[in-house]
């Protein structure tokens, strides 16, 4: 039987993997891993979220401008190559089963949502925002197909705290897919910041696609702002 951690060390060492911010959590020793049964399925879904509640609790005084963390969930089923439509369902499936038992104790980060329409969503676990990254062996972008269905759960508060670093270290993100993936991932450079939720899957979204994602928070009384994630001019 395969090691899915060993797995996912190797997977972030590869060319075609292009996050630079996961080969320096690596390289710090700063990824935290889970792995479980079913991506989507309610058991592993409960156990997932009892892992990522100790990691959400902690993580808030660990972060700065030169942190780079990660928490990194695999599945051992469903084996084999998912379409992304599919791998799409799961993924939100499984975090709306997340969200269902966090949304009745915990609520908002702040500055931001649990709306997935909005500029400002994130997933949240006891209170703090994630970017979620999707992986699977069908995905169509090479640095997102990873051997067995894979979701990493990045701090929103990080990203902040990097300020003007956010900026260069996509900058060098989308250089490297480019260069060894042939383009950039069209979902971020068709919607950026628009809506954050298009990009958890990582496969390009519909115009008229809609987020299946219920959220069970208070709307957010922080309205977002465009200079919230602006580039530095000049």
């Known amino acids: 039987m395969s090691d899915p951690k060993a797995e996912l060390e190797e997977f972030i060492q590869t060319t075609e993997f292009s996050c630079l911010g996961a080969r320096a959590a690596l390289k710090k020793g700063s990824i935290v891993h889970g792995h479980y049964p079913a991506l989507g399925d309610p058991e592993s879904a409960r156990a997932h979220y009892r892992d990522m509640l100790g990691y959400a609790r902690d993580i808030r005084p660990t972060l700065s401008d030169k942190s ?3 928490f990194v969930s695999t599945f051992e089923e469903p084996g084999g190559i998912l379409d992304e439509e599919e791998h799409e369902r799961l993924l939100w499936r ?3 089963l997340m969200h269902d038992i966090d949304s009745r104790t915990y609520g908002l980060d702040e500055g931001a949502t649990s709306d997935p329409d909005e500029p400002n969503f994130g997933f949240h676990v006891a209170g703090h925002s ?3 990254v999707g992986m699977h062996p069908g995905a169509s972008r090479a640095s997102r197909r990873f051997p067995r269905p894979a979701i990493a759960f990045n701090s929103l508060m990080q990203f902040m705290l990097l300020g003007d670093k956010f900026f260069s270290m996509q900058d060098a993100i989308r250089k490297r897919e ?13 919607y950026e910041y628009q809506m954050p939720s298009r990009h958890f899957a990582g496969r390009m979204t519909e115009d008229d696609w809609k987020c299946p994602f219920t959220s069970r928070h208070e709307a957010s009384s922080v309205k977002y702002t465009s200079d919230v994630m602006q580039r530095p001019t000049g």
């Open 94 to 96: 499984h975090l709306q």
């Open 178 to 190: 480019t260069t060894n993936n042939g383009s950039v991932n069209p979902s971020f450079t068709t």
């Open 130 to 132: 994630f970017f979620v």
């Open 68 to 70: 780079f963390r990660t």
